[in-house]
């Protein structure tokens, strides 16, 4: 049996700031956010737009009604999560009134949540061919004003549907793994921005990539010139290109030529996002399908999943016959070129107005131009509304 992404949908917020006056306000050369981490722009969230309501605007795009008849599970990867207990796939489902006979689930560990989505889909899928899979990953990536990790912040959603005769990716049977517990990102309970110790992160990242893809080589005897694209879980594009550049070491420069040209179909969105973290590798997905005028069914796609903390996998997927038919219906590079470009002073504003912890809250949602927003706060509840 075939199982893997039948659809997939994104979205963001309508808001962004130009890396370059970023790096200005900030007094960098503009160079370190263009070249040195690959950002081109980056969203910013309302205060009217979480991770619930990021996944509800994400999911709404391809979910039809014989879709949600077939629903038996929602998976929701995020580390963005909006109550400790209840989980975002709770809110999700009551937001979008799906059916009532569903399993929902959150999962968390870093940016990898969205990953293990799809791998407990896929499980599920093999039990049940007939129903389908909704899994989201959705976060807003938050470092703190004028820190270090400020340019590698953003946020969005990225849902993808799992069933069996996918329509765009049937992924293949060997998914290779690493975990460590290492001290590279953390956020403390009660905290609404990231740790991140930034050097041995990315080490951490390019140790564990080696890792898994060592033994996914050693499994399968595939080489590298099977494969039409590589694609690499980017918090900023920079990284992916370094994760790049240690894979192709020694190859021949045709197989060379190729797999850079690919990437940069595939950071063409999240260099104009930011960090995703759960839905960045994901994102990077959907820009290679959007952009790359190469690709043909029958391909081998490569995914580098990593979530800090630390966990690593790697896995492949054949692309199936009319994939772009699937893609007709969503079209994130108008949605990108439709947001509006906001000043660095709006941008602090509306950073320190994101609300996490409150016993009461009313957001004024008028101005955000999204179909799904969060509303506000009852009794530490969050509320949801559609307009």
């Known amino acids: 049996m075939k199982v893997g992404i039948d659809k997939i949908g994104f979205f963001t917020s309508d808001l962004y700031i130009d890396m370059v006056k970023l790096a200005k306000q900030r007094q960098e050369d503009p160079n370190k956010y263009l070249i040195g981490i690959g950002q081109k722009k980056m969203a910013v969230i309302r205060p009217t737009q979480d991770a619930v309501s990021l996944a509800a605007n994400a999911a709404a795009q391809i979910l039809t009604e014989k879709d949600r008849a077939k629903l038996g599970l929602v998976v929701f990867g995020t580390e963005s999560g909006v109550d400790n207990s209840k989980s975002a796939a709770a809110y999700l489902a009551g937001l979008l009134q799906l059916p009532k006979n569903l399993r929902v689930v959150e999962i968390k560990q870093a940016c990898y949540g969205a990953t293990a989505g799809l791998d407990f889909a896929q499980g599920y899928i093999m039990l049940h061919p007939q129903e389908k899979v909704l899994v989201i990953g959705a976060d807003i990536a938050r470092y703190g004003l004028n820190t270090s990790g400020e340019p590698t912040q953003g946020g969005g959603a990225v849902a993808m549907l799992v069933t069996a005769a996918p329509r765009i990716i049937a ?217």
């Open 171 to 387: 992924f293949e049977n060997v998914n290779t793994a690493a975990a460590c517990d290492a001290g590279d990102f953390w956020r403390p309970l009660g905290e609404t921005e990231a740790r991140v110790a930034g050097k041995f992160s990315n080490n951490l990242y390019l140790d564990l990539l080696q890792q898994v893809w060592q033994e996914y080589i050693k499994q399968t005897g595939a080489k590298l010139e099977d494969f039409a694209a590589l694609l690499f879980h980017l918090p900023y594009t920079k990284l992916g290109l370094k994760g790049l550049r240690s894979l192709t070491t020694g190859a021949d420069a045709t197989t060379s030529v190729r797999l850079f040209k690919q990437f940069e179909a595939a950071r063409m969105y999240n260099c104009q996002v930011g960090n995703l973290y759960t839905g960045s590798l994901y994102l990077s997905f959907l820009s290679l399908l959007k952009n790359s005028l190469e690709l043909q069914a029958g391909q081998r796609i490569g995914f580098y999943s990593y979530g800090s903390g630390a966990q690593a996998e790697f896995f492949s997927g054949l692309l199936q016959p009319g994939f772009e038919r699937q893609l007709v219906q969503i079209n994130p590079a108008q949605q990108l070129a439709e947001r509006h470009e906001i000043s660095i002073t709006a941008y602090e504003q509306l950073y320190r107005q994101q609300a996490v912890q409150a016993a009461e809250l009313k957001l004024d949602f008028a101005n955000d131009p999204a179909k799904y927003v969060f509303a506000g706060i009852h009794e530490y509840q969050r509320s949801y509304t559609t307009h």
